[in-house]
């Protein structure tokens, strides 16, 4: 085991030595904690003592007041091990006092604070995902996000905002899916709670942002039975409930935009003993705004039905509970809460409630495995501005075009994917924007949990084998692949393939043991054979390891058998990309909205400023102009002032 080297505070020592070594995740997550600190210059170097980087940044951290922020991230990107998780909170609460990380919580009759910190790693994650649901600005419910870009909460909470017949009955669509009911988009609100403001501030209004939501915003919904949406449900009863039709009481609410979160695991087939829960909740209860994000611990100890078509729990709740995930103690989502006998009227009741009296709440085992299967349509949640971007300018800024470029990496980043849908090969005249892949893989993987590395090759011509190896282990941040016995490498062929390659693998296949890993090499077309070799080899394998996805920019060899789909040429930005930028989120452009802006195009070489290219804002001369505030379409992202183009 690698040991922090110096003279160190032993909280320090404690805190680094607690942290994965995933150092591309963790470099992330230091860059966004110091981004808007431009006085911190600390970078890690691969191979350069990585505990070292991590003992000064988090001395700076401490220093600069931002030690907080920097282990919420590190935790929340579960690059701290479940079993120092306890003593890496010990440090921090020497260093920084007693933990903050406390929440509200309903543990079957008292009710009492407990430290998420200490008590479950997947907890801060899992906050995240759950939002409130607000109708005509009345809290009504609770969801949880399953999908970047996808809602799932309990079907009666939106009730009111469904299509119906003449007849007042449901309206179904041809599938069997709910209906939304014409203009009820601006009434219906989501709201995601930041976890640190929750806590910090109970009784204010939510510190969240609402987020966007799509205009056809009900992706699929099944309604609960009709004895459900009456006051004679009992908890036990599952008449008329069977599958594959339920009912189900869900409704799918379809976002504009995809969140920055990694949905959570499933479980959809719990044992049938007993098991401890835990239920994350945005009840209205007493409070004016109503209550904090409330976490309710107990039992699921009851499965109603063969398969189970119910389930019923012991977690005490209150209403507006509604739709709320139920999580495992793995925080793998279980069920949607329904509701039942032990919602509370206020927090003192808890001890009232009859020790039988049970909740009940519906399976996701019906849907959970074939989420892309019932909610028709496109979902890639495009990433519509790049933040954070070295190359770009300091704000963030609108991304045009590159919408098939989207598509496949979503494809490739969805759990389970096909070797076909891992595998991106780019190809493009110079000016279509190959260079520009990097940064949007790595805006929209990083988003949703994955890691990059990225290699450009362009200077690699002269290198050998062994020197190859050395620049994909460094970019991997991980110690170079050394040969058996310590012999040297070659560019032979035989050694390629024995040595070299496997090498690379297992040191690409370490570091995705967690997280998916998406490797990126660039100038591709300008490598000699031997690396070449390499590259095709690592091509080869990739379906033997299923975290593995690989983007290869400028390759210009045939790929092997089954893997045709997986090229893309690029080619110049048209007015359709330019429109889709400038709709909104989830919606196409009308038509003559493209020909305006295809008349705009023709014209803007007239005004002075160049012809769309996808490079363009990648040079010194187009980053001036983005600062400047000048506008300019161009194919990769529009240089246009920090408000977006209007």
Known sequence: MTTLAGDWPAEISALAHAVRPEWAAVDRVWAEVTRDHEDIHLLRQAGKQPLSFLAEAFTIAYNRRLLGEFATRLIKQSLVDEGDLEQFDKALQQLLGQSPFVFQVFQNSAFAPVNALRAFQGALHACDLVCRIDIDKRQVGTGVLIRPNLVATAAHVVLELLARTPDRALARRVDGSLLAAPDTLKRLTLTFNDFDRVVLAPAS????????????????????????????????????????DGPWDLAIIRLAEGRDLIPPRFLGRPPRAAFQIHVLHHPHGVQE?????????????????????????????????????????AWRLVALHQGGCRSLQDTAGAAALEPTARNRAVPVRSWCDNIDGIVPGEDTPYVRELRDDPAGPPHPYPVIGRRETQQRLWRGIRPGAPAADRLLIVRGAPGTGRRFTKRLVRAMVEAHGGVVAALDLANAAGDDAARFAQRIAGVLSAAPPQPPHGEALTTAPRQVRQRVAPAIYGTWEELAAHRPVWLVLEALDRVPPALADIVAGLLRRLPEYPLLRLVLVGWVDPPPPGFEPSVEELAPPTAADVAYRLTPPGTDPAGDLVHAVATLVALQPDTGYPRPTASWPCSPRGRRRCRRGRPVVTGAVPTVAAGGPS
């Not at 939501?213 to 449900?233: F, K, M, V």
């Not at 109503?290 to 499965?303: A, R």
């Open 205 to 244: 209004p939510p510190a969240g942002a609402a987020v966007a939501l799509h205009p056809d915003w009900l992706a699929w919904g099944s309604p609960p039975t009709p004895i459900e949406q009456t006051a004679l449900s009992e908890v036990r009863d599952v008449d008329g409930i069977a599958e594959p």
């Open 289 to 329: 705004f109503g209550e904090p994000l409330l976490w309710s611990i107990g039992q699921l100890d009851e499965q109603l039905g063969e398969p189970p078509m119910r389930y019923l729990h012991d977690a005490n709740t209150f209403g507006g509970s509604s739709g709320a995930p139920v999580f495992d103690s």
